[in-house]
Nanobody
Framework: QVQLVESGGGLVQPGGSLRLSCAAS????????ITWFRRAPGKEREGVAC??????ETYYADSVKGRFNISRDKNTVYLQMNSLKPEDTAVYYC??????????????????????WGQGTQVTVSS
């Protein structure tokens, strides 16, 4: 059973930075997508950034390109968030799903690709 545990959320001022972590365990295959989603109040859940385990492909939502960076170190996936804006305020979730092929763009952001979800971590950007 795959388990995902997020950490690193909190309150930060506009323009500040945070790093989220997703500790993953229980993988039995070698090819997964691991993706950060977020849900802001009153909005639908949206894909933020994705990384694949076999070859390290990365994908980003247009709204975070140039500000966020996703990386992986063994079984932990990080989301470095810089130049944060109030509209980045949301609960951030880590999700994972097995792959047979590259998910492509925008396929990576489809929630139907993901079988496993973490509990989420709150990120609040406010002065």
């Amino acid at each position: 059973q795959v388990q995902l545990v997020e950490s690193g959320g909190g309150l930060v001022q506009p323009g500040g930075s945070l790093r989220l972590s997703c500790a993953a365990s229980g993988f039995r295959l070698d090819y997964y997508a691991i993706t950060w989603f977020r849900r802001a109040p009153g909005k639908e859940r949206e894909g933020v950034a994705c990384i694949t385990t076999r070859d390290g492909e990365t994908y980003y939502a247009d709204s975070v390109k140039g500000r966020f960076n996703i990386s992986r170190d063994k079984n932990t996936v990080y989301l470095q968030m810089n130049s944060l804006k109030p509209e980045d305020t949301a609960v951030y979730y880590c999700a994972s799903g097995p792959l047979n092929e590259s998910p492509g763009d925008p396929g990576w952001s489809s929630r139907h690709l993901y079988d496993y979800w973490g509990q989420g971590t709150q990120v609040t950007v406010s002065s």
